[in-house]
């Protein structure tokens, strides 16, 4: 769904709450499909950047597009002098593949991951840098007449952002009408799913889960909003804890406090793990 939707519209928004999986879905679903070939209408070939835009978007956008297209720019741009060719106007990006055209004829992958860091910074004087941001993205995603009669349109983008942020992105000319063409709400994982989440990583690593451990997990998960980084870190410590054996067991799971108690079980363990010292800096803190 999120590859038939970038496909037609060239932007995407993966908007959900905290810890839903929005940035897991995009970069082991859609990414992973387009590099398998399952966007029929663009090129087979794709280079992929995958940013966070922070306080200096421009700058973390340079580094990435170096980083990822070499030898295409590598040669000719530093950070720096790429930071300010993508400053110069919104079709920047056009203009950097119209000079410099991908090898293979693939297809530019943006991603912009925790799109709503952008918001924070707004009023910390980056206004203006934001703006020139978000419209640098919005155009590179739009067709780009490079001959009479013929258009470059081989930039697509893709963006997550918490949806409690969705309200913000009004403030900028253009994106709360892309974000309306290209809204992808993530949704909750069903029992099925989550079941896949807990075996299939077992399956992959010749491991073993106990059936009470796996119906205790869903029963716990089931009703939790946060359920997907509270499942990731109680599997991650009950591997932890069978590395040597690979068999989850439900008493490894009560041990840990199961799915409500397991980060503060984990707190504590490690508070107590400090020194006096530590401690008392880790209380004030």
């Not at 995407?12 to 897991?24: E, M």
């Not at 082991?28 to 992929?48: D, N």
């Not at 799915?259 to 006096?276: G, N, P, T």
Request: net charge negative; with cysteine.
């Amino acid at each position: 769904e999120l590859i038939a939707r970038l496909g037609s519209q060239h932007f995407l928004a993966v908007i959900g709450n905290s810890g839903c999986g929005k940035s897991s879905l995009v970069k082991t679903g859609l990414m992973a499909g387009l590099e398998a070939g399952l966007l029929a209408t663009a090129s087979s070939y794709w280079r992929i950047v995958e940013l966070r835009p922070g306080n200096h978007p421009f700058q973390a956008l340079a580094e990435k597009l170096l980083d990822e297209l070499q030898p295409e720019l590598a040669d000719h741009y530093s950070a720096s002098s790429l930071q300010q060719r993508l400053r110069q106007g919104s079709l920047s990006l056009h203009e950097l593949l119209a000079e410099h055209p991908l090898a293979d004829n693939a297809q530019l992958l943006i991603v912009c991951d925790q799109f709503e860091e952008l918001f924070r910074y707004v009023g910390q004087g980056a206004d203006f840098e934001a703006a020139n941001f978000v419209s640098l993205l919005l155009a590179g995603s739009k067709a780009y007449p490079i001959n009479p009669g013929q258009v470059a349109h081989s930039i697509y983008v893709v963006i997550t952002m918490r949806s409690d942020f969705l309200s913000d992105c009004a403030q900028f000319a253009g994106l709360a009408e892309a974000i309306n063409q290209g809204l992808y709400l993530t949704p909750r994982l069903n029992a099925q799913q989550l079941r896949a989440a807990i075996e299939e990583p077992a399956l992959v690593c010749a491991g073993e889960i106990e059936p009470a451990v796996i119906s205790q997990l869903l029963d716990d998960a089931e009703t939790n909003p946060d359920q997907l980084p509270l499942l990731q870190h109680v599997l991650m410590r009950l591997w932890d804890l069978a590395k040597d054996h690979k068999h989850i067991t439900l008493t490894d799971y009560e041990q840990l406090g199961g799915l409500d108690q397991v980060l503060s079980s984990h707190a504590d363990e490690v508070y107590r793990a400090l020194s006096k010292r530590q401690q008392k800096l880790a209380h004030i803190s």
